[in-house]
């Protein structure tokens, strides 16, 4: 490959895929800054990460023409930027496209003054838009640069109030909070027939579903565990899913979870594992167990390093027979390549996968979904469900070595820590579920991994990791998905290390990203370099704001640790939002799981004795997420252990704040004494 640019010394997959480009890319870094003000040249800021389809295709349209190419080099300093590495440079373009034209994403390209102001952005553009709208820029820059300094004054002004917080000195008690009529309220948006929302394109919103079968189970709310399942249901028999290798993609485009955006993201697919092993906790439906099992096959085969670190993505494009690329090649079949491999099965495959037109995509290709249960299938065709699901594996397996052979989709091999501990998290909870000794150990490879290369001697984490180098300080996602995995991981070892560790990396957020006259945490370390400005993340999205995940850890490590100030933080962030839950409880369902923390009842389940691991195993394969776990197999000096070992005994001791009853020897009556308390105070 001839290298064009000096992107060739990167190793962001991202940036590399524009390494032999025309245009004189450059990355994000002090000496680009210097150059562009040495220079007084504008800038062009261009977003984009590995998997995204709208990025090669402008790519392909525009960085790769030599008519582009001149227009860039001549007049402006150009930085392409990995948003997976770069979080923070990225969320501070989004917001000022966000208000420059109402909307933002990816590919995201802006147009900066040399000091890296916005003045122009906007998404995906046509190669003749992008070189009007540049030579016009660059007009106004050497004819009227008042103009351009003046619109980046008025935006920066702007984009220092987005994402504001508030220090909130209401104290009403969160027992006052109507949590059930916002639940009401919420539902109006509900899709009954394909579940999700009354909306495409459909994004997946895994925290949304966890808080919502939360409530569902604690209030006996029928409808929303209707709902919960018809999305987890549909989502699983859509084309968003991997019918034949298992995982999901990022969203679809229609209503149905059909047509996916086929990149696989490990984010989505980490909340997604850990998602249905709940779900299949709470229910015992074979779909979920099936879904996980899948989707953790693929991560272990596709997504994971022999070091036990995890992968960011897989592409969306992949190479057809001619050597285009093209999006969902890799996925998607035609009805005669189907009938020559399934062959004298076809008719059943048929209807089980929607060879029809509710399952075409385009140009004869369809795009594998299904709408009946496996029940209604054994039925319609007069065999077993056992039958069935022996030909459904043999279906699988001609399927998965036929696509095998197709070009494979480009992999993003580096590795982020925030991703990383989302799977190692997944894994514990698949554990939890299914009980699977390899779940544990593959997330506990991975926790070795992190404390073995993305943690510094200093306690800072570092965010990035490719061919063996640990690179970029961390952010404040970094540090709360770990600590949240590592509390996760002593919930089912009780090694104490793990609980301490995340003891220890709180602390430095609260020395290095903690605000302390707001009561909230920034985005970035106090450490990293200064961007035009300093954000607080706090709305859940697809993957939660690392301020929600951190105010959840704060909550169970002061009981872990008896920390009034760990209490008192989780507190006072709730109770920041909780205004503007109200307007927007989608973007707050994981603030809304710690609320029901305060508004239900909450225990402690402690386990001590040398049998102890056993039958916390029995207690984590319960749904009881009002439960936070503690235990140890011998004598322990932990706050919640502490003078709670008898010899040749094994006792679980159901607490509120550390106050228990008569411990159990029996895990089932310690289970079905938890189950009576919340039935008894546990209506909001």
């Excluded at 062009?44 to 080099?73: K, L, P, Q, R, T």
């Excluded at 917001?95 to 420059?100: D, E, G, K, R, T």
């Excluded at 010899?647 to 895990?667: D, L, Q, R």
Aim: charged fraction near 25%; charge should be neutral; aromatic fraction near 14%.
């Amino acid at each position: 490959m001839k290298h064009t640019n000096t992107l060739h010394t990167e190793t962001s997959p991202y940036l590399l895929q524009h390494a032999s480009n025309p245009v004189h890319w450059k990355a994000w870094n002090a000496h680009t800054l210097q150059q562009a003000k040495a220079e007084n040249k504008l800038m062009i800021v261009s977003i984009g990460y590995a998997a995204c389809h709208w990025c090669h295709v402008m790519e392909h349209e525009s960085f790769e023409d030599d008519e582009v190419a001149h227009v860039m080099n001549k007049n402006y300093i150009s930085v392409k930027v990995d948003r997976e590495e770069r979080p923070d440079i990225d969320q501070i373009y989004i917001n000022a496209v966000q208000i420059m034209t109402g909307s933002a994403g990816w590919p995201l390209n802006v147009v900066t003054l040399p000091d890296g102001r916005p003045v122009w952005g906007g998404t995906y553009f046509k190669k003749q838009h992008w070189i009007e709208a540049l030579n016009q820029i660059q007009k106004i820059h050497q004819e009227a640069p008042n103009k351009l300094e003046e619109y980046a004054n008025r935006l920066e002004q702007g984009m220092q109030k987005v994402d504001l917080i508030q220090l909130n000195t209401d104290t009403t008690p969160f027992s006052e909070f109507d949590t059930a009529s916002l639940v009401k309220s919420w539902s109006a948006n509900f899709d009954t027939e394909f579940g999700g929302y009354n909306q495409a394109p459909k994004f997946m919103m895994p925290n949304n579903y966890q808080f919502l079968l939360r409530y569902a189970v604690q209030q006996s709310d029928k409808n929303i565990a209707e709902h919960v399942h018809t999305t987890l249901t549909k989502m699983a028999y859509g084309g968003i899913y991997d019918a034949i290798g298992g995982g999901f993609s990022r969203y679809s485009v229609d209503s149905k979870w059909h047509i996916p955006h086929f990149e696989k993201m490990l984010y989505d697919n980490a909340q997604l594992v850990s998602l249905y092993s709940d779900a299949y906790a709470a229910t015992k439906v074979a779909l979920y167990k099936e879904v996980v099992e899948e989707t953790l096959n693929f991560v272990s085969e596709t997504l994971t390093d022999d070091s036990g670190a995890f992968y960011s993505s897989l592409d969306a494009d992949s190479k057809t027979q001619s050597g285009a690329l093209k999006e969902g090649a890799y996925y998607t079949y035609s009805e005669e390549e189907l009938k020559t491999l399934i062959k004298e099965d076809f008719e059943i495959f048929k209807t089980y996968y929607n060879i029809n037109s509710f399952g075409k995509w385009e140009e004869n290709q369809y795009v594998l979904i299904r709408n009946k249960s496996n029940t209604d299938i054994a039925k319609q065709f007069s065999i077993s469900k056992e039958t069935l699901q022996h030909k459904k594996e043999n279906w699988k397996a001609k399927l998965l070595v036929h696509r095998n052979k197709r070009s494979l989709p480009r992999l993003d091999d580096k590795s982020l820590t925030s991703w990383n501990a989302l799977m190692l998290k997944a894994y514990v909870d698949a554990y939890k579920a299914f009980q699977k000794e390899e779940y544990l150990e593959a997330a506990l490879k991975n926790a070795r991994f992190i404390t073995g290369q993305q943690l510094q001697k200093d306690g800072a984490l570092f965010h990035n990791y490719k061919n063996g180098k640990s690179t970029i300080n961390g952010y404040l996602e970094d540090y709360a998905a770990v600590i949240e995995s590592f509390i996760s991981l002593y919930q089912v070892t009780f090694d104490e290390r793990w609980l301490h560790t995340a003891k220890e990396l709180t602390q430095y957020t609260l020395t290095y990203f903690f605000d302390s006259e707001k009561q909230f945490f920034y985005f970035t370390s106090s450490e990293d370099e200064a961007l035009i400005t300093r954000l607080f993340e706090y709305r859940d999205n697809v993957i939660p704001a690392s301020n929600s995940i951190m105010a959840k850890n704060l909550f169970k490590l002061a009981h872990y640790f008896n920390d009034d100030d760990f209490k008192n933080i989780a507190k006072q962030m709730l109770t920041n939002v909780l205004p503007e839950i109200e307007k927007y409880p989608i973007g707050f369902s994981n603030w809304l799981d710690l609320l029901l923390n305060y508004q239900l009842s909450f225990y402690e389940v402690v386990t001590m004795g040398k049998n102890a691991i056993e039958k916390n195993n029995q207690i984590n394969k319960t749904y009881l997420p009002n439960v936070l776990v503690a235990g140890s197999t011998t004598k322990s000096n932990m706050f919640l252990c502490k003078n709670r070992f008898v010899n040749n005994e094994t006792f679980i001791y159901v607490c509120t704040n550390n106050t228990c009853k008569t411990p159990f020897s029996e895990t089932k009556k310690a289970i079905k004494e938890i189950k009576k308390r919340v039935k008894k105070n546990g209506k909001i």
